[in-house]
Structures are given as structure tokens and as C-alpha cells.
């Protein structure tokens, strides 16, 4: 059975459920129901899975599959005749001489799962019994048996509910089964291989606090639910849920897809950086809010998102991240507040409100201005030559933020390329908005620094030996390792490359980053390159980005390629990106891959900016679309 491929499901407040094709929980992060209790942080593994075993004329076949040490159990998965997304998770097994197909999802803004089970055709003499297994736990941990987990149930009529920890919410379990009876087991040992990969726990055990008999005349229904719910709810709930997935699928899967990131925060929205592990990143966010929201029409989404992380900004910057525990945000960041700028340039490109850039957006792009011009955290500040300096030791501030303790992969202070091309940018779009509002001051101010920094730029970064930018310039040092950071230079609206200079970026890049997943982090050639993401951390993180590659980079690559190629079909770049939704996370893009052949998918298994960046591209090329849906 092909254990590469999952499936995932979200509920907008940062919950949600994935697991295997075949139902085999592979990675600690798999499970039915993690929910967000503060969304959409503070997320809980609570349902990890469901035992299920349909009893045919008293014969029992068991259609659930596990991974314990040593052992696989039971096989249902053998008994798996399809599976499918239409629109939710669909799996119909063959067992005993009938045929039966559940059918999940999650409930868009609550903790509720559903499940449904239902005989494709009914005959008498058929049941199922279902028993849950919790984990009850922080999504990033797993759990043992323990002493102090209350194995106690209360029943009511169609309703159990479980609280196995006083300070976790207790979790209702709506239904209409026949017979609903008391277990209090602990199921031992189950193995996560995914997890031993990665040098993390790979074990767990799981408690069983119930089991569930249902008579198969009519459909078996599970609403596992933060909040009290009836099982007769479930055909409002799939109706309702139904309607909203089928309004987005006439966006094309992409859409379907970016839907997934959009999420709650305190009254707003902001966006999860990637399932299953990330939260919601200021510079993930920025770099993904055009494609999921702008490409798809969703405005009211885009400027939720904006005027969230805007309320967040300190001495000037943006958040790097919301912490999953709640505390005060981290600013370590030197571009989330540049590409702040971006996002603002293009939701007012795209939407054409210029009251809510000027009204709620304007007065904290000024203010970054100022702060970045005089100095705000980790040494961000603008040279004398209209530069961008950033950087301390031991701090990793530019999207190359790999950190193994004290140990920064890529530290890259001084002047990092990226960074002036994002800083040239912002100075281009606070001069237009200063234009726009009548701000004679905040204009004059950027036209000054602009033509300083490009004349600065052409000056320091062009690496005649290699026909291209070098990586970042630190007074006299020059780093002339081939990263894709340069072709933000070309990419972006504003640019400070002539077309000659830019053609010689993209074509270093196109010959030595570009792959069918996306652009490599580091040339092959350099002696740091590392051309596979596999082993524990230090591994995997030495290479994230010495060599891997990351499927968001295809869409400034495309943008670059089509300024020096104007007219000419780029389609042909994004063709496997499209094939790859029907790989890995089925209907997603992968966060990386490895930098050598074939490319093996990596991280996290659906990333917002590698989607986004598909889809915005996709959009503003006819031929991408069609292709698409």
C-alpha cells in the first residue's frame, strides 16, 4: 500500500485532520480531529483515530490498519477497493460480501469532525462496531498510558462525552448506533515511521474509552464535536459544507486548495504557513496573501489578513510568528515587513480600495519607513549608500532561517541580495502611496533613497566572474554562492536591473537552481550543496536550504523569466507543479523536495506559499488556467 500519498482536511481556525490513503497513521501529526483552542494556535491532537470492524452474518473483518512496533494491525487496508476527494475524504472497502463507504470532514469554523458510514447496497445482518481512540495532546507531542488520564465516559441518549484531562475540553461523540457501551482500554505501542525519519518520538499509546455498535439499515453517524451536537445534524452539516466546497471548486483545485489557509485570529484572519506543523509567519503570510486571496477575488479575506498583522507591528516591523503557545510575537525578521509593502501594492492593484490602504495600512507603511531609515531591531538600518544592512550573530532574519541551537545555517549578515531588492521595492510603493495621500514629505524621502540604493546595487552586487548577483555583500566580503535570492532583482514590480544584467540572472538560475519541483537553494557545484532532506534534525536542516528545493520560488522565477522573455509560453515550469496535486497530500503542494533527482517531496505536505504562488501565477496566464481545471 502507497504510504506517500495523505489527505487533509481544515476547518478554518487553524484545526484539522489528515492521515494515509489507507487509513495508516504514519506521523505524530495524523489523527481525526486536532483542534485549535485558541485559533489558531494552542492546537490539541484529540481524536487521534476510529477502530472499525463490520460484522457480516456474525463474521468479523476489521477495516482500520495500524503500525505497532514490530507488527502491522489490523489489514484492513487490503480490503480498500477506493478512495477519493468528492469533496472530502471518501473510502469504500470490500469485506464479507458487501461493500461499504465512509465518508469524513471537517465542520468550517467549529472543532467537529463527522463520519459517516453506509452500505452501497443495504442488506440485513450486517453491522459495525466503532471504537474511538483519543490522544488528548499537544499536536507537536505524543502520549502514554498514563495514571492520570480519567478513563470515565458519560452516556446519554445518542450523545457520549469524554474530559480525559481537566484542562483539555471534553470532546462529544454525537451518534446513532444501536448499543453504545463502556471500554476503558489503552491500545499500546503504535509505531509513527515518518517520525523515526525525521529523528523525532515515534511511539504512542492510545486510550479507547468506548465502543460504539451500529445496525447497518441505515447510515452510521460520528460527530465528534468541541460543542454539543445530535447525529440527525449531519445532513445539514454535509449539505451545508458541500455547498461551500462546491462554490470553491468552480475556482479550479487551486482554489480549493488555498482555502485550506485562510484562517481565524482573534475576530480577523491571518494565514497558516503549512500543514501539519506551521502556524501563521509574517513573511509566509505576505508572500501568499496575493494568491490566496487576491487571485481568488476573496478581498474581505485579504485586508482581514493585512490589517491583522498590521495591528501587530512593533518599532516598524512585522511578526515572524505567532508562537503555537500564545506568547508575545517574535520579530526576527528582516523581509515580512518589506514584503508587507508588496502585499499592500498588490491588494490595492488588484482591488482597487484605495480608502482602506489609505485609511488602515498607510500610517503603518510610513512608520516602517521611518523606523528602517533610522534603525529598528537586529541591526536593521539603512546604510549611507541607501542600502538595506541587516544582521547580528546568532540570528538567522532573511527567509534562509535554518537554526540547529546555536547554530545558524545561513546567517547572512551585511547586505543580503533579497533584502535590497524588497527594500528598493518599498521605497517605490511608499513613494506612490505618498503620491496618492498627499504626503509631499514620506515621497520626498523615498525618491531619495531609491536612486541611492540602485546606484549602490549596481555598484556592490554584479559578479562579473559568474555573470550574475552575489548572495550578500559585507563591506568587503562577497558571497558568490548561486542562490535563488537574486531573482527577486528581476522579479519584482520595481526593479533595479537593466534588461541586459537581468537576462543574465535568469539564465545562471534557469541553468543552475531550476528543477520541475521549483528552484534549488544552492548550485549543485558549491561544495555546501546538499542534494537530499532526509535524517534527523541537524541533517535536515543543514540542507533546507543548501541545495533543497522549494516549489514557492517557481512563481518569481516565472515572473523574472517573462520579463526577458516577453511573449513566450512559460507553462511548461509549471506543468509538474499541477501533476504534483495528485501526489504527496492529494489536492496540494509540498513545502520542499530534494534538491537531486526525482525530486522526492519533503516538509510539510501542503505549504500556503507554495500553493499560492501556483495559483497566482496560474490565474494571470490564460493558458496556466486552462490547464489547471
Known amino acids: 500500500m502507497d504510504l506517500s500519498r495523505e489527505w487533509l482536511e481544515s476547518n478554518g481556525l487553524g484545526g484539522f485532520a489528515s492521515s494515509t490513503v489507507c487509513g495508516r497513521n504514519t506521523r505524530r501529526y495524523h489523527g481525526l480531529l486536532t483542534a485549535a483552542l485558541e485559533p489558531p494556535v494552542k492546537r490539541y491532537s484529540l481524536l487521534s483515530k476510529l477502530e472499525e470492524t463490520l460484522i457480516v452474518d456474525g463474521a468479523r473483518f476489521d477495516l482500520s490498519s495500524n503500525f505497532y512496533v514490530g507488527a502491522i494491525h489490523p489489514r484492513g487496508d487490503e480490503s480498500l477497493v477506493d478512495f477519493r476527494l468528492d469533496p472530502w475524504p471518501v473510502f469504500a472497502y470490500r469485506a464479507g460480501g458487501v461493500e461499504i463507504e465512509k465518508r469524513l470532514f471537517l465542520v468550517r469554523g467549529e472543532n467537529a469532525l463527522v463520519v459517516e458510514y453506509e452500505l452501497r447496497v443495504p442488506r440485513p445482518g ?118 461551500r466546497r462546491a462554490a470553491l471548486a468552480k475556482g479550479g483545485p487551486l482554489a480549493v486548495a488555498a482555502d485550506h489557509f485562510v484562517v481565524e485570529r482573534t475576530g480577523k484572519k491571518t494565514v497558516v504557513a503549512g500543514y501539519p506543523w506551521f502556524t501563521d509567519w509574517g513573511r509566509d503570510a505576505m508572500i501568499a496573501l496575493p494568491g490566496l486571496t487576491l487571485s481568488t477575488g476573496r478581498f474581505a479575506d485579504a485586508r482581514a489578513v493585512l490589517e491583522a498583522f498590521a495591528a501587530a507591528m512593533d518599532r516598524g516591523m512585522l511578526p515572524n510568528r505567532f508562537p503555537d503557545a500564545g506568547e508575545e510575537p517574535e520579530y526576527n525578521t528582516a523581509d515580512a515587513t518589506l514584503w508587507f509593502f508588496e502585499a499592500a501594492r498588490a491588494y490595492l492593484a488588484a482591488s482597487g480600495d484605495e480608502a482602506f490602504v489609505r485609511e488602515t495600512l498607510y500610517d503603518k507603511l510610513r512608520e516602517a519607513l521611518e523606523w528602517h531609515v533610522a534603525g529598528t531591531r537586529y541591526g536593521i538600518r539603512a546604510d549611507d549608500n541607501g542600502l538595506l544592512r541587516c544582521g547580528e550573530p546568532g ?19 551585511g547586505l543580503p541580495v533579497e533584502i535590497q531588492a524588497l527594500w528598493y521595492n518599498a521605497l517605490c510603493v511608499a513613494a506612490d502611496f505618498a503620491a496618492r495621500f498627499d504626503d509631499p514629505d514620506t515621497a520626498k524621502r523615498a525618491l531619495e533613497l531609491a536612486p541611492r540604493a540602485k546606484r549602490s546595487f549596481l555598484e556592490l552586487f554584479w559578479n562579473p566572474a559568474l555573470d550574475c548577483l552575489y548572495d550578500v555583500v559585507d563591506g568587503d566580503a562577497k558571497d558568490s554562492s548561486i542562490r535563488p535570492n537574486q531573482i527577486f532583482a528581476v522579479s519584482l514590480p520595481y526593479t533595479m536591473l537593466d534588461d541586459e544584467h537581468a537576462a543574465k540572472v535568469v539564465a545562471v538560475v534557469e541553468r543552475e537552481l531550476l528543477t520541475p519541483m521549483g528552484l534549488r537553494t544552492l548550485a549543485p ?91 497566482r501565477i496560474s490565474r494571470r496566464d490564460a493558458k496556466f488556467e486552462q490547464r489547471s481545471t
Open 525 to 615: 557545484g558549491d561544495p555546501n550543496y546538499r542534494g537530499r532532506y532526509e535524517g534527523g534534525v541537524l541533517e535536515r536542516d543543514s540542507a533546507y536550504h543548501q541545495g533543497t528545493v522549494w516549489p514557492w520560488l517557481l512563481g518569481p522565477f516565472i515572473d523574472a523569466w517573462k520579463r526577458v522573455h516577453p511573449g513566450e509560453d512559460a507553462s511548461r515550469f509549471l506543468a509538474p507543479l499541477h501533476a504534483h496535486l495528485e501526489e504527496a497530500c492529494l489536492g496540494q503542494i509540498s513545502e520542499i523536495a530534494d534538491g537531486d533527482a526525482p525530486h522526492t517531496p519533503r516538509g510539510c505536505f501542503a505549504q500556503a506559499w507554495s500553493v499560492a504562488e501556483l495559483l
Open 126 to 243: 450486517v453491522t459495525l462496531e466503532v471504537r474511538p481512540l483519543v490522544a488528548f495532546r499537544d499536536y507537536h507531542s505524543t502520549t502514554r498510558w498514563n495514571e492520570a488520564l480519567d478513563r470515565r465516559a458519560g452516556f446519554e441518549e445518542g450523545v457520549v462525552s469524554v474530559k480525559p484531562y481537566a484542562t483539555l475540553p471534553e470532546l462529544h461523540f454525537a451518534h446513532n448506533a444501536r448499543d453504545a457501551s463502556p471500554a476503558g482500554d489503552w491500545y499500546y505501542h503504535f509505531e509513527f515511521p515518518v517520525e523515526r525519519e525525521r529523528g523525532f518520538e515515534e511511539t504512542e499509546d492510545l486510550f479507547n474509552p468506548f465502543r460504539l455498535t451500529f445496525a447497518l439499515d441505515r447510515p452510521a453517524t460520528v460527530i465528534a464535536s468541541t460543542e454539543r451536537r445530535r447525529a440527525e445534524d449531519a445532513s445539514g452539516l454535509r449539505d451545508g459544507e458541500r455547498l
Open 395 to 413: 540570528v538567522q532574519l532573511t527567509w534562509m532561517d535554518a537554526k540547529v541551537g546555536d547554530w545558524v545555517v545561513t546567517p547572512r549578515i
